[in-house]
């Protein structure tokens, strides 16, 4: 009894570990910025700070593509050097006067939703010249956005400044800025759009994993009599 009950509450713990993990990783945008520092960092460079409003920018840039996702996940815009200043930042409620510079960008785009490791990998990261893109010593602050546009396609855009950190693209009302209508950009103040299959998606991965937990305890406890 003993030890059913102790299989029992191992599985509680999982199950509430695997719904915490999934409440506090619910931005795909913010989870990319992760996987874009543990990239760094192994090739002993600095992280970057996580920017909402560089953020905000990235999604509206990515928003801008829509139409333009080649079928081996290439994008093919490139929005006016006027619109960061006079239709992105407003749209997100940047303080025009903390407007930094962006020093790199990258851009891709999925016909699926796939995690932000697999995009890493598969869209945004695959060949050298956007692997030096991100390990630019220059960059001091990262901002990403992810929307699905068109014809169900996932856009992202990856966005790098060497703005001053708490300092550049600052966003009004006490940094929450105004809210989007599609997607999610990283580090923000808001929840992610309502994106039905995405947001299946990400809970099916949660359901699958508190499964596999209670079928390992319930194997556990079949082996072990």
Sequence with gaps: MKKENSSLMSILLLSLSFLA?????????????????QNRTAWKLGKLHESPGLGCIALQYAELCEGNCNVNSTLTCEPPEDDFTQVFAPNCGVELPTFGTITGHVIGCGTHYATPEASFTDILFRDNKSLLVLRNKSHTEVGVGMARLHKHAYFWCVLFSDGGTNS???????????KQRKGCYSG????CSNDAHMICMRLLNSIFGILFVFLLCVLDNFVTG
Aim: glycine share 10%; charged share 15%.
């Design 21 to 37: 993990s999934s409440k506090r990783h619910g931005n795909p945008a913010s989870e990319m910025v992760s996987v874009l520092n």
């Design 168 to 178: 550049s693209f600052a966003l009004e009302a006490n940094g929450r800025g105004i």
């Design 188 to 191: 923000s103040a808001f929840s």
